[in-house]
């Protein structure tokens, strides 16, 4: 192969050019722009502990509070309950207006008493038609009184017999209108259902409820204030995460500085969506023993997913870190010296200075909270990553 004179002077001249470029952008790369110095900002992977976390907000609440209610109209005439009270199972606890319901049985028991005499008295008329059936037959097997005076006997007897039937069952009815009054006389007084502290009275003496279309309530009673639960709405995206049993902690604004724990004891399967987002209702149990935790108080609750202790571990600004010149820090083979490059497909990656070269490390990740991260594999402890970058001026 042979080479022309003016071609050897132009390769010359383009090599030269090429230098003077490459120096130029080494000058850059090494003092920046205004005679800048770059310093990178680096961390070591050390050994720590770990907890992966989905963050929700929810509400305290007894885990079971039940509405009192009365199941009749009329006016409230005595209250023997307030707010906080204590009350047990069969506790008599407010009083309704019991006069008209009084008054009802009373009345049902005197229908009762007229139905069952006048039962008497047709079982009377009904053994007399009897005996004057009789006596009209025999004589009419005698031939001394005509059929038709049979006939007419037979009709009177069938008649009491239809009378006793229908005493019968008015006394039934009365029997049952008795039991009903009975029963909204009982109504007027009203008990506590179970054991519990009062959370909400919701009538005052001397008010009228109405029970026409709803029961209306009388009271909240929470059945145990040492129980609470926290009811929190959990992303679709993030419930695949949860399970009963895990563990969760909490505070309330009340404490600020005081850590509550709980379980999560229950998600349920129904979604509930707001403005297009799903979520579901998980709920977690918490012990109240000391009843500082109170109905209604905003709970800031942790759920945690993962909890890992003494794993090696990174900040997470080290995955965020990406070198100006990708080409520079990737390992020597794999360098396009100039070349067009294309980004390889390829898992995260961390980057480390040896010898002041930038080298990048493929790594295999674990769990996060959203400042550290797990690593698995592709670095050792100690080592120091980056994870950005100092700028300095010259001379100070």
Do not use: C
């Given at each position: 192969?042979t080479?022309?004179?003016?071609?050897?002077?132009?390769?010359?001249?383009?090599?030269?050019g090429?230098?003077?470029?490459?120096?130029?952008?080494g000058?850059?790369l090494?003092?920046?722009?205004g005679g800048?110095e770059?310093?990178?900002?680096?961390a070591?992977?050390?050994r720590?502990s770990?907890?992966?976390?989905?963050?929700?907000?929810g509400?305290?609440?007894?885990v079971?509070?039940?509405?009192?209610?009365?199941?009749?109209?009329?006016?409230?005439?005595?209250?023997?309950?307030?707010?906080n009270?204590?009350?047990?199972?069969?506790?008599l606890?407010?009083?309704?207006?019991?006069?008209?319901?009084?008054?009802?049985?009373?009345q049902?028991e005197?229908?009762l008493?007229?139905?069952?005499?006048?039962?008497?008295n047709?079982?009377?008329l009904?053994?007399?038609?009897?005996?004057?059936?009789e006596?009209?037959?025999?004589?009419a097997?005698?031939?001394?009184?005509?059929?038709?005076?049979?006939?007419?006997?037979e009709?009177i007897y069938?008649?009491a017999?239809?009378q006793?039937?229908?005493?019968?069952?008015?006394?039934?009815?009365s029997?049952?209108?008795?039991?009903?009054?009975?029963?909204?006389?009982g109504?007027t007084r009203?008990?506590?259902p179970?054991d519990g502290?009062?959370?909400?009275?919701l009538?005052?003496?001397?008010?009228?409820?109405?029970?026409?279309?709803?029961?209306?309530?009388?009271?909240?009673?929470a059945?145990?204030?040492?129980?609470?639960r926290?009811e929190?709405?959990?992303?679709?995206?993030d419930?695949?995460?949860?399970?009963?049993?895990?563990?969760?902690?909490?505070?309330?604004?009340?404490y600020?500085n005081?850590?509550?724990?709980?379980?999560?004891?229950?998600i349920?399967?129904a979604?509930e969506?707001?403005?297009?987002?799903?979520?579901?209702?998980?709920?977690?149990t918490?012990?109240?023993?000391?009843?500082?935790l109170l109905?209604g108080m905003?709970?800031?609750v942790?759920?945690?997913?993962?909890?890992?202790?003494?794993?090696?571990?990174?900040p997470?600004?080290?995955?965020?870190f990406?070198?100006?010149?990708?080409?520079?820090?990737?390992?020597?083979?794999q360098?396009?010296?100039?070349q067009?490059?294309?980004?390889a497909?390829?898992?995260?990656?961390?980057?480390t200075?040896?010898k002041k070269?930038?080298v990048?490390?493929?790594?295999?990740?674990?769990i996060?909270d959203?400042?550290?991260?797990?690593?698995?594999?592709?670095l050792?402890?100690?080592?120091?990553?980056?994870?950005?970058?100092?700028?300095e001026?010259?001379?100070?």
């Open positions: 192969m080479f022309d004179v003016k071609t050897v002077l132009r390769y010359k001249r383009t090599v030269l090429l230098a003077v470029v490459l120096a130029g952008i000058y850059v090494t003092t920046g722009s800048e770059i310093h990178y900002k680096t070591e992977a050390h720590g770990i907890r992966s976390v989905i963050q929700a907000t509400s305290l609440d007894a079971e509070t039940v509405d009192v209610g009365t199941q009749i109209s009329g006016t409230v005439t005595k209250i023997y309950i307030d707010y009270s204590s009350v047990k199972q069969g506790q606890i407010a009083e309704i207006d019991s006069a008209t319901h009084e008054t009802e049985v009373e049902a005197a229908n008493l007229a139905a069952k005499a006048d039962l008497m047709y079982r009377a009904l053994a007399k038609a009897g005996k004057d059936l006596r009209t037959r025999k004589l097997a005698q031939e001394m009184i005509a059929k038709t005076e049979v006939d007419l006997d009709s069938l008649t017999q239809a006793v039937a229908s005493a019968q069952a008015r006394i039934k009815q029997e049952a209108a008795l039991a009903r009054a009975k029963i909204n006389l109504y009203i008990y506590s179970v502290v009062v959370v909400a009275k009538v005052e003496q001397g008010q009228t409820v109405a029970a026409s279309y709803a029961t209306p309530s009388i009271a909240k009673i059945r145990d204030l040492k129980q609470m926290v929190v709405n959990v992303d679709e995206a419930i695949g995460g949860i399970k009963q049993g895990q563990k969760a902690e909490f505070t309330v604004d009340a600020t005081e850590k509550f724990f709980g379980e999560v004891t229950q349920r399967l979604p969506t707001k403005d297009n987002v799903v979520s579901y209702a998980v709920i977690v918490v012990a109240n023993d000391e009843g500082i109905p905003t709970a800031n942790s759920l945690i997913v993962q909890q890992k202790e003494n794993i090696l571990m990174v997470n600004a080290a995955f965020r990406k070198p100006v010149d990708l080409n520079a820090a990737a390992p020597v083979d360098r396009s010296f100039g067009p490059t294309v980004a497909v390829s898992g995260p990656a961390l980057y200075l040896e070269d930038i990048k490390k493929e790594v295999e990740r674990g996060t959203g400042q550290y991260t797990e690593i698995l594999s592709g050792s402890e100690g080592e120091a990553v980056i994870t950005g970058i100092l700028v001026k010259e001379g100070k």
